[in-house]
Antibody
Framework: EVQLLESGGGSVQPGGSLRLSCAASGFTFSSYAMSWVRQAPGKGLHWVSVITGSAITTWYADSVKGRFTISRDNSKNTLYLQMNSLRAEDTAVYYC???????????WGQGTLVTVSS | QSALTQPPSASGSPGQSVTISCTGT?????????VSWYQQHPGKAPKLMIF???KRPSGVPDRFSGSKSGNTASLTVSGLQAEDEADYYC???????????FGTGTTVTVL
């Protein structure tokens, strides 16, 4: 059974940093691209970042480019999102998902809430 | 990348059909057969319902079907049931050097 379990969310002041983690199990983690998708309260879904299985290639939404870094540790079956210089508009539930930019996001975690507020 | 355009809402009575549109451009929806659809119930993670325009993952009822014409993709839910009431989002691939783009979302109400 595929499982994705996010952690690391919480409250942070503007300008602060957080690192999200997504522990994966039930599939060959290194063989699949992985994505981070976020959803602001009461709003729609927005892709944040994608990383290939080998971690050679990454993509970022313009809104987070230069502030967020996606990475993965295939030996630990874990996906990460390092978020720096956080802004109020980054407040959202962050989901990790199995799949990449083709849009076939087969499995999703339960989400972790990030709140940026002074 | 601009968000794909979906109608904010759609509705139908139990047993009826509802179709949701997802309009993009010749650089995303119109260029590739990589449109997916997701269902999201309140407080829950999204669930993949359709991928590559017309394909259904195992476990998704055949009441859900997808299609595409030009720059517009569509999701049809036939034989509406109460549990189909949810938000629906489309996604399209947008090329090798781009992150894909989500639709604006449609709330489906079962009357």
């Amino acid at each position: 059974e595929v499982q994705l379990l996010e952690s690391g969310g919480g409250s942070v002041q503007p300008g602060g940093s957080l690192r999200l983690s997504c522990a994966a199990s039930g599939f060959t983690f290194s063989s699949y691209a992985m994505s981070w998708v976020r959803q602001a309260p009461g709003k729609g879904l927005h892709w944040v970042s994608v990383i290939t299985g080998s971690a050679i290639t990454t993509w970022y939404a313009d809104s987070v480019k230069g502030r967020f870094t996606i990475s993965r540790d295939n030996s630990k079956n874990t996906l990460y999102l390092q978020m720096n210089s956080l802004r109020a508009e980054d407040t959202a539930v962050y989901y990790c998902a199995k799949g990449g930019s083709s849009g076939r996001l087969e499995y999703w975690g339960q989400g972790t809430l990030v709140t940026v507020s002074s | 990348q601009s968000a794909l355009t979906q109608p904010p809402s759609a509705s139908g009575s139990p047993g009826q059909s509802v179709t949701i549109s997802c309009t993009g451009t010749s650089s995303d929806v119109g260029a590739y057969n990589y449109v997916s659809w997701y269902q999201q119930h309140p407080g829950k993670a999204p669930k993949l319902m359709i991928f590559e325009v017309t394909k259904r993952p195992s476990g998704v009822p055949d009441r859900f079907s997808g299609s595409k014409s030009g720059n517009t993709a569509s999701l049809t839910v036939s034989g509406l049931q109460a549990e189909d009431e949810a938000d629906y989002y489309c996604i399209s691939y947008a090329g090798a050097n781009n992150l894909g783009v989500f639709g604006t979302g449609t709330t489906v109400t079962v009357l």
